[in-house]
């Protein structure tokens, strides 16, 4: 049985975020080296501020400015920081709640070793150098033993607010196509088609996953379908895709190989783009290196009957 | 012991635009929520849970967005349940909401969903660079594209239709206030002058990217006696799934839609629903799913749906009218797209849709579907409560 394969998945994207009227005066504000928080209809004052109150659900917009120190009221030791954490270093990940405030703000902690963090230690944040308005503004947090910083009188009122910011989230998987997949991918690298057959309702899949999902049983009788199939159903695409490079117009088909009971997708080549029709018969175009068909071309053949394909659409 | 009937009394919609720069995906959420109340007349305090729904987290990046919302919809030291069915969530939140009420576990549910598209990129998040697979070939509409055209090669249906679907649909947007596309200047010549972008569906065939939420108030028989404004009442409900891809699927009238149609109409009691169902929201993100669907939903038998919209059957004021409010075709907030239908079928039989409200709607049909024919949603609301 071939290897089963692994190979990394980078899932990562640039998300925009609206920030709303809170999120955008206290980032603004961390900006401008101000931390605001929002006074909650039980008078407590929560850092970072929510623009609904939790317990009573009503609309929060009193902002209030609150201390650039406070207490660390509970730490966990992160011996092992990663991309695009606060610090390179290793460092306490801390709650601290800032004078001012009654609620606490996760942040870093910079400190050699945990034996240098305990609960209840006095702390100020770090600015960052260049500040854009975001939570990053704060470097992270240090040791402080100096007097309290009394809080400026900010409202959360300044020019050129933040509206939005630019999340880039990333997600580093190990992605494994499993045993069935696998082999599928082992077979068309010396250019043959293998599927799967279940053993309880028979039908050929393509490519296979290692079980039917009609029947909900294991496949492992391997069948090799094609090389040719009958293009069931397909459409002209007329608008480029990113990230690949195809002329457009091209077709994009259904194919249904010889053996296969369901159809696979390709692209279609060798004829002009508005000659293809339902029912053509054709084969795969392989290139070098190519771990799937480029794509499939005409085989010269008669069409295919419709009756005989319109169960694979 | 029969289910308690369930009512809806509040409907709240936002403003659907392509995108809603000045809040956050939280005020986004609150402004359906506090109209879906204001509607029904109740505050915070009377709502007993909440469900919410979102087509996937990629689609915005935040994880388990219900964690962070719970404050804005007032879920705090309640039950808040998160529903995802792709597409189809909409529709498939509000019955997880009307079961809670129907079996009585809760009086009172407030029920939302939401996309906020101008955060997100849904093409990106559905084709991700899977290792060793084949990449996506034809982008969003190629998926569907294709099977369009199988349904015009079953059906025989003309070229045509899919752009009178279009222009129709188009022409509805402009009769609601809260829908996306306002095209003051549509011609059907436009429609077909359009860019053919996935042959055959053309650009003015598919839907707009939006920002919005949609939220109801689902509440039993004491909430209803208690409502301000008619309630709509809930006649049938289900779900359906099936794989996106498997040998046999029908990709053009799918077996798990026909079940689910059929299990709604027993049971709401409807022997054939052309005749028993005055109108339908339907999810129609391309044209052509209109005659599909509608022949998918038993309003017309196989190959025989487009003859319904050619011959003006599905206009606003054709026999069936379809898609009253302009449909996802006017406004596609994805994760709400299938709760705004369920919730135009409500404002329908209850009189409140505006402009755009039907002279006779006393049963209308919401329908949603999702994850590539995967999953379906429908629910059967009326102006008169069950008989049993």
């Known amino acids: 049985m071939p290897e089963v394969l692994t190979a990394p998945l980078v899932v990562e994207f640039p998300f925009t975020r609206s920030l709303g009227p809170v999120q955008s005066a206290f980032l603004t504000g961390l900006r401008e080296r101000v931390v605001l928080g929002v006074a909650a209809a039980d008078g407590r004052t929560l850092v970072p501020p929510v623009e609904y109150d939790p317990v009573t659900a009503e609309e929060l917009r009193d902002l209030v400015e609150v201390a650039p120190t406070g207490t660390v009221t509970t730490w966990a030791w992160n011996h092992e920081p990663r991309r695009g954490q606060p610090l390179g270093t290793p460092f306490a990940w801390v709650l601290v709640r800032l004078d001012g405030a009654d609620t606490a703000l996760l942040h870093a902690l910079d400190v050699p070793a945990p034996e240098a963090v305990r609960t209840g230690m006095r702390v100020r944040i770090r600015w960052a150098g260049e500040r854009t308005g975001a939570i990053t503004d704060i470097a992270c947090f240090e040791p402080y033993d100096g007097e309290p910083v009394p809080p400026g009188g900010s409202d959360g009122a300044f020019e050129d607010k933040v509206a939005g910011i630019v999340a880039h989230a990333r997600l580093d998987y190990t992605y494994s196509p499993g045993r069935a997949q696998s082999a599928y991918i082992a077979a068309l690298s010396g250019r043959r088609t293998v599927g799967e057959r279940c053993p309880s309702c028979r039908k050929v899949y393509v490519p296979p996953r290692g079980a039917c999902p009609t029947c909900g049983v294991a496949t492992t009788e391997q069948v090799e379908v094609g090389p040719a199939g009958t293009v069931t159903t397909f459409c002209i695409v007329n608008i480029k895709a990113k990230n690949l490079d195809i002329d457009v117009p091209y077709v994009y088909a259904h194919i249904a190989l010889d053996g296969a009971d369901l159809a696979l997708h390709g692209r279609i080549g060798g004829i002009p783009y508005d000659q293809v029709r339902m029912g053509l018969r054709v084969e795969p175009v392989w290139t070098d290196g190519g771990r799937y068909p480029d794509h499939y071309r005409p085989t010269g053949e008669p069409d295919a009957d419709y009756e005989t394909y319109k169960e694979l659409l | ?388």
């Open chain 2, 1 to 388: 012991m029969s289910k308690e009937p369930v009512a809806v009394v509040g409907i709240g919609q936002t403003k659907h635009v392509a995108a809603r720069r000045d809040v956050s995906i939280a005020g986004l959420v609150r402004e359906a929520a506090r109209r879906a109340l204001d509607d029904a007349e109740l505050t915070w305090a009377d709502v007993d849970a909440v469900v919410i729904g979102k087509a996937p987290d990629f689609f915005e990046g935040v994880m388990m967005p219900e964690l962070y919302l719970a404050d804005a919809l007032g879920a705090v030291g309640k039950p808040m349940l998160r529903v995802h069915t792709a597409g189809s969530v909409g529709g498939s939140t509000a019955l997880v909401a009307a079961g809670l009420v129907a079996a009585r576990v809760h009086g009172t549910v407030l029920t939302l969903a939401f996309e906020k598209q101008s955060e997100s990129n849904a093409m990106w998040g559905l084709s991700l660079p899977i290792p060793f697979q084949q990449p996506l070939l034809a982008g969003a509409g190629g998926f569907f594209a294709p099977h369009v055209r199988a349904y015009m090669r079953r059906s025989g249906a003309p070229d045509t239709v899919g752009s009178l679907v279009a222009y129709k649909d188009r022409r509805n947007a402009l009769k609601n206030p809260y829908a996306h596309l306002h095209e003051h200047d549509i011609t059907l010549e436009k429609v077909q002058a359009s860019p053919m972008l996935w042959d055959p569906i053309r650009y003015s065939e598919t839907c707009p990217s939006s920002d919005g939420a949609c939220a109801m108030v689902l509440t039993d028989r004491a909430g209803a006696a208690r409502s301000p404004r008619p309630p709509a009442w809930m006649l049938g409900g289900a779900m359906r799934s099936e794989p996106t891809l498997f040998a046999g699927k029908d990709a053009v009238s799918p077996q798990a839609g026909k079940d689910c149609a059929a299990d709604v109409y027993r049971q709401a009691g409807i022997g054939d629903p052309r005749r028993d169902i005055d109108a339908v929201e339907m999810y129609v993100p391309f044209s052509w799913y209109e005659p599909m669907w509608l022949e998918n939903l038993g309003f017309a038998a196989e190959g025989e749906g487009w003859k319904l919209t050619e011959s003006g059957v599905t206009e606003l004021d054709g026999d069936l009218p379809v898609n009253m409010s302009g449909g996802v075709l006017s406004t596609n907030p994805i994760g709400a797209s299938g709760m705004i239908r369920f919730a135009e079928a409500a404002l329908q039989v209850r009189g409140q849709a505006g402009e755009h409200q039907l002279e006779r709607a006393r049963k209308v049909l919401g329908h949603a579907y999702g994850g590539g024919s995967q999953f379906f949603s429908m629910w059967l609301v009326g102006a008169r409560p069950p008989e049993s």
